[in-house]
């Protein structure tokens, strides 16, 4: 009800582009073509800005872990969301996951740059590991460099609810 009084002292505008996103909804969200972020057109609007490192990759396992990160401020890269993590026992495995993408991804940058960096960043619980540590199997032969977030981030916690300030550490720290 509170919600409906206050929709009414609107501009018509804002309603009809409220209720456009309303309906929107029911197509389901649109994905960014290179990294898996929501986005209104094929490409998201981190992968299309120019302000932002395209050789630094952080590999985050949903979205909200990457809007988690963006809140931070502290990273000036892009990002590649796998959609979940590796956990056989529920049907999640790597096939299921945007990791041929990646590899993809970044063979396509090898040919304009050599210098990249993928910084890996998986929840710090067993699932988040696993699938850490099957990334790091799957692109070691490509040669790039790999980093992890760093132990700021304890055990169990995962991306999406760190504090800015651990999550801001676990960046500086990656190794
Ligand atoms: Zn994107």
Not at 14 to 35: I, N
Not at 45 to 70: N, P
Not at 157 to 175: F, G, M, P, W
Request: net charge negative.
């Amino acid at each position: 009800m509170r919600l409906v009084l206050a929709m009414v002292e609107w501009p018509k505008n804002e309603l009809d582009e409220f209720s456009q996103s309303v309906s929107a909804l029911k197509d389901g969200p649109t994905f960014c073509e290179e990294c898996f972020n929501f986005a209104d057109t094929e490409k998201c609007a981190i992968c299309t800005s120019v302000k932002r490192d395209q050789t630094r990759i952080a590999v985050v396992e949903k979205v909200t872990d990457l809007q988690s990160m963006e809140k931070t401020g502290a990273f000036n890269g892009v990002y590649h969301v796998l959609g979940g993590h590796i956990n056989p026992a529920n049907g999640s495995l790597p096939q299921n996951l945007k990791i041929k993408e990646l590899e993809f991804r970044i063979r396509e940058l090898q040919k304009l740059t050599p210098d990249i960096e993928v910084i890996i960043a998986t929840n710090p619980n067993t699932y988040g590991e696993t699938t850490a540590l099957y990334i790091e199997e799957e692109l070691k032969p490509l040669g790039v460099k790999l980093t992890r977030l760093a132990r700021g981030l304890s055990v169990g916690s995962s991306v999406e609810y760190a504090d800015e300030i651990t999550l801001v550490n676990a960046l500086k720290h990656r190794h």
